[in-house]
């Protein structure tokens, strides 16, 4: 099993900038690709970010490009992703997820956090 626990949400106007962290734990060994979703009130949930945890290759949705980043500290077993530029569509609960082959589709995450709020007030 692998434990993911998200912090680093909040409130914030547009325009401001967040820096969510999710820390794994556990069988940290066995996952190939972690990521981070979103879900906004009365939406299904969508794909944000993701990257393979041991190489360089990375995913981001067309929404969040050139304001969002995301990265690992694999030392610490840490995800983050940066967020900038925010704007009140990117108000959500963002959960962070982790894959133990596969990592394109939100079908291939095992793992998941609980979520942290993001709120972005305008």
């Known amino acids: 099993q692998v434990q993911l626990v998200e912090s680093g949400g909040g409130l914030v106007q547009a325009g401001g900038s967040l820096r969510l962290s999710c820390a794994a734990s556990?069988?940290?060994?066995?996952?190939?690709?972690m990521g981070w979703f979103r879900q906004a009130p009365g939406k299904a949930r969508e794909f944000v970010a993701a990257l393979s945890w041991g190489g360089s290759s990375t995913s981001i949705a067309d929404s969040v490009k050139g304001r969002f980043t995301i990265s690992r500290d694999i030392a610490k077993n840490t995800l983050y992703l940066q967020m900038n530029s925010l704007k009140p569509e990117d108000t959500a609960v963002y959960y962070c997820a982790a894959a133990r082959w596969a990592w394109r589709s939100e079908g291939d995450y095992g793992y998941w956090g609980q979520g942290t709020q993001v709120t972005v007030s305008s």
């Open positions: 556990g069988r940290t060994y066995s996952v190939n690709a």
